[in-house]
């Protein structure tokens, strides 16, 4: 048998308990009944039928322990010993007992069938049967009880009877556990779900969750990224595409999400009539035949769950309710997880520029001194202040502010790199952190917002140019010149107020001519 522990119904339990008691009482009374044979009779009948009934326990006490979990598996030799025993014992019991009591030894098969089929396969339990047959075959043959046709026809339909049973019984328990599986799937994918706020975190544990639940060769849960479907982590053929995007139109997962509705095409040989839908390879060189996609749209995500196979109708419609549910329970999460996000970024951020605010942008400079301090690379602070930025609020206006404001946020993007950060440290003051950037680079990109903003023009909606103002800045660097985040702060800021004095539009300190002609 599998080493795996199958999974039982309850049904098995209400059964055997009352059938080995009913077993038992048989048990004795078949055994007494062979002990009381008259005298005449031969010992070995006696014998053989008081081994019969005792075997025919014993497989359901097999059965028996089973459930009560006192043990998961058999050794293979010893399974096939309990099987010749029990099929052995079956078939004396069937062979000797008087035709008025045959009912009993039917019982008593039935039962062993049930027993065998929680610990045995369904080869060994077919071997059982046959064996069963055999003896009982044997037995009436050498008593010559074989006279008339409708005992030769009950003994021959006899294991055709116990096949059928025990493939039905196989199924069932088959069944059983395959919808056992999928529930207790479903319900550890709902708590971890309803556990967790991070996207990735999601994405694993619902891709594990269909890899318990499905035979696809392909799955992936993608969200809508503007004009493409982000796949994330794509499983495909016993390989994972890390970072794949794919264009959402024509796609047969863009046709789910445009019509918001489950696309089951399970045989992909016959070309599906889709308008505007054309078949691409994603991940391997190899077209799916099977191909299942179910779609979700919450406030903050929209995309679809799918799943694929190279084989034709491999799923059905069990499949498609369990990626429904499953999809659904994803959905959720994932819309809880941004909704937490956005959360996140709006407590951290300014609500005019989007950049960090205050305190948080104090909070990523700590962490990033400490990164700098641990690796040994330096670190550049730039405060940078709009001059004058009164005076232009006051003749323009204040929504005419804002879009200064705004304009030096995108230069300032334009020129740091993809892990530096920027702050509204207050008003028209800012702040931008520097990792592993020198005095020098930091003044170089300084320079280029300066000469930059210089260019540019704001539009208004008399189609006037207001020219945009100037800004003064201050650069410190950690270690050389401040090894505490407060003092790096202050002395940024010391810096830019020379800056101002020094008529504003300026960069302290001073730069060299050569950094200047920089590109």
Known sequence: MKDEKKLTPSLYQRILIPGGLFSLLVSIFGISWAIMLEPASALYLRILLSFGFVGSLLGILTGLIFLQKRYTKISHHFAWLQILVVGGSLG??????????FFIAYILLILNLLSAILIFSIRQVRVLILLSFWVHLSILWSQGRLTDLMTVFFVLSLPILNLVVAETLWRFQETTAFHLKRLTTVNMLTRKLSSSLDEQEIHTWF??????????????????????????????DGEYFTAVKIPVAGTLGGWTIRNEKTLFLNDLRIEPKLDGV??????????????????????????LAGIASYSPHAFNKRDVEMLESLTQQAALALNNARQHTLVQMQARSDSLTGVYNHGYFLTCLEEELLKAQAEV???????????????YNDTYGHLIGDEVLLLLVKTIQRF????????RWGGEEFAICLPQTSLAEAQIVAVRIQETLAKMKVNVLDEKNIPVPTVSQGIAVFPDEAEKVFSLVDLADQRLYVAKERGRNQVEPRLDANLRNKD
């Open 92 to 101: 004396v019991v069937q062979g000797f007992l008087p035709l008025e009591f």
């Open 207 to 236: 891709k594990e969750a269909i890899q318990d639940i499905f035979e696809a060769d392909t799955y992936y849960l993608a969200l809508l990224d503007n004009e493409f479907l982000d796949l994330g982590l794509f499983y495909d």
């Open 278 to 303: 054309k078949i691409r390879l994603v991940g391997k060189e190899k077209s799916s035949l099977s191909w299942l996609g179910v779609p979700f749209k919450t406030e903050h995500v929209t995309g």
């Open 377 to 391: 690379y330096p670190l550049s602070l730039i405060m940078l202040d709009v001059d004058y930025f009164k005076n």
């Open 416 to 423: 740091i790199k993809e892990r530096d950060s920027i702050g």
